[in-house]
């Protein structure tokens, strides 16, 4: 790539809806290029943010992006590189997810996204009109062709820039971050540039939005498919071509996810201008997770955690609660609930038949709980941090408006099993969560001698059976477990999706996250 132009990539974490803010970042990236800089390649609809949704639908949101990209095009007049920025974009009477190349004092260039992806998170169909296949750009002697994000997905994109003569693949991205996303992007970034024999650039958006995490790992690829650079992960970063073969480090699953969840919440917070966060921190291994990522995330001063013993919690819980909070340098307050739970049963006990109560009781306790977190809440400013796993979650194995209160929960996409590996990784880079918090049997505290497994199979089994009907969507006869036990695990998932309707965003990890990537109707009867 030695006789291509200079190109300077620039991986950022713009914020959806800060159009100053993001703007600034192009500048940045701009006025400090190296010397010599012909083009900057950022990544998809980094003036606004990626995803926007709806947003763009507003005329006034559209124009005031408009007046953002006339004053960049004012101020390539005095500046040499060339952008190669991605906007939403007026053309005629259609809005178009677009590429525009400022330079000189104009937009030298405009081309649209072809492939509008609708499945998963992107909706992208409802607020954008596709483009025509793209024609590639020429700038000096190097013809460019430009696919936007999905396009480098569909081989027909590539080949018809090719066919026209394309010598250099640019592609600017808001792909996120999921376990297994990394192996195929890098694929189909391969079959395109084998087949073509054009060598690729690929700028991908970093940073948190809402449920979604952005995880940067830009890289260029050669014609013949091997990565020769590759940028960071989860975090902002800038390259120059041509320059010496660079890779970042590569990393262990687990880090990659912890990282992930630690971005999502930290973003989640600062963006939307939380002071910090409250955990009510039970001794049990869930919000001890939750604790050591907002540490992480956010800082041990911006972390305020709670317990909130009643008469069912074990004096083991109280001493791994403090140990918790002493390793991890937070602030524990301690408010006990016997009196909210007195309260309500003196209120209540005339209207409840408690032999019959089924699980009434125990609910109230975690009700006022979540009454307690949420007048911190609301006295500091700090947002409530949910605490949750996505197998409690699935099953239902969580009270609305008691644990699942909050803001944000950085563990809902998170198996059990995920929590307790995490907890183990995160303890070999610095302890921070008591031993006997992960070997301990998990258990509510909110009967006598309770554990989940009273309720539920154990979490190795309940995970396996899960990840077959959410992840593989898979019927009962295709799962290796007990029918039965298949079938009673299948009922609970069905049941509480009006529960994880109600439940607080959380980071997105698999490809059938909670929310935007699995869409299940609460009305449902189809049994299999």
């Known amino acids: 790539m030695n006789n291509l132009p200079q190109i300077h990539l620039a991986q950022l974490n713009p914020t959806v809806g800060d159009l100053s803010g993001n703007l600034d970042k192009i500048r940045s990236v701009r006025d400090n290029a190296?010397?010599?800089?012909?083009?900057?390649?950022?990544?998809?609809?980094?003036?606004?943010g990626y995803p926007a949704d709806d947003l763009v639908l507003k005329s006034d949101f559209i124009d005031a992006i408009e007046i953002i990209v006339?004053?960049?095009?004012?101020?390539?007049?005095?500046?040499?590189?060339?952008?190669?920025?991605?906007?939403?974009?007026?053309?005629?009477?259609?809005?178009?997810?677009?590429?525009?190349v400022i330079g000189n004092g104009k937009i030298q260039f405009e081309t649209y996204k072809h492939e509008l992806p609708n499945d998963g998170v992107f909706d992208e169909k409802r607020v954008f009109q596709e483009g025509p296949l793209p024609k590639p750009y020429v700038y000096k002697d190097t013809t460019i062709g430009i696919m936007i994000c999905e396009d480098m997905w569909h081989p027909h994109v590539a080949s018809h820039l090719a066919n026209m003569g394309a010598e250099l693949f640019i592609?600017?991205?808001?792909?996120?971050?999921?376990?297994?996303?990394?192996?195929?992007?890098?694929?189909?970034?391969?079959?395109?540039t084998t087949e073509a024999n054009i060598p690729l650039i690929y700028v991908n958006q970093v940073g948190g939005q809402d449920e979604l995490v952005f995880d940067g790992a830009?890289?260029?690829?050669?014609?013949?498919?091997?990565?020769?650079?590759?940028?960071?992960?989860?975090?902002?970063a800038t390259l120059t071509l041509p320059c010496e073969?660079?890779?970042?480090?590569?990393?262990?699953?687990?880090?990659?996810?912890?990282?992930?969840?630690?971005?999502?919440?930290?973003?989640?917070?600062?963006?939307?201008?939380?002071?910090?966060?409250?955990i009510g921190l039970s001794g049990g291994i869930d919000s001890a997770l939750s604790a050591a990522i907002a540490v992480d995330a956010l800082g041990a001063e911006n972390v305020h955690c709670v317990m909130m013993p009643s008469p069912y919690t074990s004096q083991e819980s109280l001493e791994d609660a403090a140990d918790c909070a002493k390793l991890l340098g937070v602030q524990l307050?301690?408010?006990?609930?016997?009196?909210?739970?007195?309260?309500?049963?003196?209120?209540?006990?005339?209207?409840?038949?408690?032999?019959?109560?089924?699980?009434?009781f125990e609910n109230v306790q975690s009700r006022a709980r979540g009454i307690i977190l949420m007048a911190l809440s609301n006295a500091s400013g700090k947002m409530v941090l949910s605490t949750g796993n996505k197998s409690e979650m699935a099953v239902g194995y969580a009270t609305l408006y008691g644990d699942m209160c909050g803001g944000f929960n950085a563990l809902k996409d998170l198996y059990k099993m995920q929590v307790y590996a995490l907890s183990e990784w995160r303890n070999k880079q610095g302890k921070v969560i008591p031993e006997r918090i992960i070997t301990k049997a998990p258990s509510a505290e909110l009967k006598p001698d309770q554990t989940d497994q009273d309720s539920l199979p154990p979490y190795e089994v309940l995970d396996d059976i899960l990840e077959c009907l959410i992840e593989k969507e898979l019927g009962p006869d295709d799962i290796k477990h007990d029918r039965d036990l298949v079938l009673r695990v299948w009922r609970m998932l069905d049941i509480a999706e009006y529960k994880r309707r109600q439940s607080p965003p959380g980071v997105k990890i698999t490809a059938k996250a909670f929310g935007r990537n699995r869409r299940y109707p609460i009305t449902n009867k189809f049994r299999g």
Not at 218 to 236: Q, R, W
Not at 247 to 265: P, R
Not at 333 to 355: C, F, G, K, S, V
């Open 34 to 48: 190296p010397d010599g800089t012909d083009l900057i390649v950022y990544p998809e609809m980094i003036t606004c």
């Open 70 to 100: 006339s004053q960049l095009v004012k101020e390539s007049k005095e500046k040499i590189p060339y952008l190669i920025l991605s906007t939403p974009w007026r053309d005629g009477n259609n809005l178009r997810n677009a590429v525009l």
């Open 171 to 192: 592609v600017p991205n808001g792909s996120p971050f999921q376990t297994d996303i990394a192996g195929l992007r890098e694929m189909h970034a391969r079959i395109r």
């Open 218 to 236: 830009s890289f260029v690829m050669s014609a013949n498919g091997d990565i020769t650079h590759k940028l960071p992960l989860f975090e902002e």
């Open 245 to 278: 073969n660079t890779a970042a480090a590569e990393i262990s699953e687990l880090e990659t996810i912890y990282k992930a969840v630690t971005l999502g919440l930290r973003d989640y917070v600062h963006k939307n201008g939380f002071p910090g966060v409250l």
């Open 333 to 360: 307050n301690t408010i006990p609930i016997d009196q909210a739970m007195e309260a309500y049963n003196t209120m209540l006990t005339t209207h409840i038949d408690r032999d019959n109560a089924g699980t009434t």
